[in-house]
């Protein structure tokens, strides 16, 4: 299909299509003469992903690239894979983690830092809510790393096992992308949902029945 | 204190200072003379308050305006309160729910969409991860709001109901900005820790024992 044609079936503009295809967001069509290429599917779904990445997860463009760039030569392990999807989508910048945050991460039976996005992620924002005077107990945290394993035990599906390495790898990706929203909104509602039965009027009146 | 006292104090600078002034973000200083204002302790927790929810929260200079006219007036009732804070949370924009949707989520038990900001954006999160093609099943859903309601066991805390009224609504605002990352976070370490139980070269080998 042409560039026009690609425009109508994602509904991304043709200067932002060519914007991606600059970026190195988008892979190059077949050349079809000096000015002319063909597009196929592959691209169709490629655009998808990067609106994704940029509406959803609200990724930055060099974070797009780094995801697609990955995609396109994922680990070969399924567990490497894993790590490669979590430092894409790990917030840039951030300070390593202090050796204090390792070892109490440690101290609570949580995996320690050392070449894990995740628990790279995990020291930093820790350290972020203390440096803002925002402290957690063991107890919650322990607690709920218990509730967030309870979530993951939906996102590591053993069908992830039989997919080809970059089809497993997308879907870690844009697994989290989609669903960290909903998970936040869930943990919105379920305050609100606490929030009713020891706050509310009623519950305020029948605390002494 | 002088302005230039209030960015040695919160190492924020003069600039920043008096563009947060201009925007209502931050309230005016008592004035001494033509040219010059007195700022106080109220002044310095203000600053600190608007760089978490710009630096950690990411939120737009729209929103931390909205959070703090909401802390000024906050409401009475400790419920509506944390509809108030759920409400500057959400991100902005995004359809009403739909009534499929709606129907949806009051057929599992979560509590339904009417006024309430968290269930608004539970709705709008599930139909945006739909619509780019991730469909969560009940089963998950259900799974995810108990894990949930775990972790915001440790949000709804009993001391919430003897604060003054804008305490209790920065607290759950800051809360929520400062920790909705490390639930991330741990949603990741929650991953690669049953990533590697499922996965890992080791786990293949034992397999079969």
Known sequence: MRISELADATGVSIPTLKYYLREGLLHPGRARGATRADYDD????RVRLVRTLIDVGRLSIDRVREVVTALDRP??????????????LRQAG???????MTARLAALGLPDCVDSPASTQ??????AAEE???HLTDAT??????AMKRVADADVVPELAAMPP????????????LTDPVVIALRRVAQE??????????????ASR
Chains 1, 2 share one sequence.
């Open 94 to 100: 951030g300070s390593p983690p202090s050796e204090t």
């Open 122 to 127: 995990l020291a930093q924002t820790l350290s």
């Open 141 to 146: 945290l322990t607690s709920w790393f218990a």
């Open 75 to 88: 680990p070969e392990s399924r567990h490497l894979l894993l790590g490669t999807a979590h430092d894409v």
């Open 193 to 206: 949902a606490l929030s009713a039965e020891r706050f509310s009027p009623a519950s305020e009146h029948q």
């Open 132 to 134: 803002a005077g925002w």
């Open 42 to 45: 592959t691209h169709v779904e």
């Open 166 to 177: 970059g089809d497993a790898l997308r879907h870690a990706i844009v697994g989290n992308v």
